[in-house]
């Protein structure tokens, strides 16, 4: 038994084997292109999604790529932190029509009580009334202070604004004492009177302008600096503390009080002078000393000069106080120093 060759295959079925050979390699080449064409729509389709894939990671690195959008952000922080800050701060034109609203109710009460009361005895009235409010608002504000790391303590946030209870006090005690230098102008230029210690006065409600215009303009100034000021001024202002009992000292006086009378209202006066101007004077000189790094050379200068001179004042008139309270003097030979002074 022979096996047939190569040649004897191809002479005994010619026809058969060229048309199967034609058939594979119609199924080879068909296969090849089918295999491009789907190669070709695979890589596109492939190409599209690592395309779209990209698009997508590059939106989404903008989207969390935060490098433009801070800067817009803190600008506008940065505006809403002005603006807030203008807010809380009112402008000269509102501490104006504050200051000019305690003028107007200043010389309202003393209208009012001196159709009831002498000139000097209305004065006096008056006064008390604007040392009570005004030491009374310094005294909630020296207990509400809070520690701070450089000037010891400081009012709280909501005290020390520009629109807060202890800077309104500051500007309606301005007013009283605008209203007091109207009543004086009016007393020397048109009555031609001249009324008790005026020229002192005068010299003391000036002292108390350079005091109290820095506490109570803070807009356009650094936040340390009008917290430095107004906690300082605030503790000074506890000295109105003994004009309550300076002024009714000068009623009993007038009034013909008895001896005894009169000797208490002084020994207290003596007591109120130096808790609230000897003991309390000096912390907050300390205070506004350390303050010295956030605050201008020339407001510090103004406002070491002021308190230092201050403080040498009154122990001076702290001095005549005590010599006073050991005797009871005869009514209207000596007079108990004006606070003005």
């Not at 800067?71 to 200051?99: F, L, Y």
């Not at 210690?197 to 303009?217: D, E, K, S, T, Y």
């Not at 005590?322 to 000596?334: C, D, E, F, M, Y």
Request: glycine fraction near 8%.
């Amino acid at each position: 038994l022979k096996l047939p060759t190569q040649s004897g295959l191809l002479s005994h079925h010619p026809k058969s084997l060229v048309a199967h050979l034609s058939d594979m390699t119609i199924s080879r080449t068909t296969g090849e292109v089918l295999g491009r064409t789907s190669g070709g729509a695979n890589g596109d389709a492939l190409d599209g999604t690592n395309k779209h894939e990209d698009d997508e990671g590059q939106q989404s690195t903008q989207a969390e790529d935060p490098t433009d959008e801070p800067e817009s952000m803190d600008i506008e922080g940065k505006q809403d932190t002005n603006v807030k800050d203008q807010t809380d701060e009112p402008d000269s034109m509102e501490h104006a029509r504050v200051i000019a609203r305690g003028a107007v109710l200043s010389g309202t009460a003393y209208g009012f009580l001196r159709i009831f009361l002498s000139s000097d005895r209305t004065e006096d009235t008056v006064d008390i009334i604007h040392s009570f409010a005004t030491s009374s608002v310094a005294l909630y504000g020296m207990a509400s202070m809070q520690p701070h790391k450089i000037h010891t303590r400081a009012l709280p946030p909501h005290l020390a604004s520009g629109r807060g209870l202890v800077v309104r006090m500051f500007s309606y005690s301005l007013g009283y004492f605008v209203a007091d230098v109207i009543k004086i102008a009016v007393d020397v230029l048109i009555r031609g009177r001249f009324p008790k210690l005026w020229q002192g006065r005068l010299a003391h409600h000036w002292v108390q302008l350079g005091a109290n215009a820095p506490g109570i303009l803070g807009r356009g100034h650094p936040d340390e600096r009008n917290l430095a000021w107004r906690s300082v001024l605030c503790m000074a202002y506890a000295a109105e503390l003994s004009s309550i009992v300076l002024r009714l000292s000068n009623l009993v006086r007038d009034g013909g009080g008895s001896a005894r009378i009169q000797r208490m209202v002084n020994w207290a006066l003596a007591a109120s002078f130096f808790g609230s101007r000897i003991l309390n004077f000096p912390m907050a000189i300390a205070m506004f000393i350390k303050a010295r790094p956030v605050l201008p050379a020339h407001l510090f200068r103004l406002g070491a000069t002021v308190q230092v001179g201050g403080y040498l004042l009154s122990t001076v008139w702290f001095a005549k106080i005590l010599r006073i309270a050991s005797k009871v003097h005869a009514a209207g030979k000596t007079a108990v120093p004006s606070i003005e002074c």
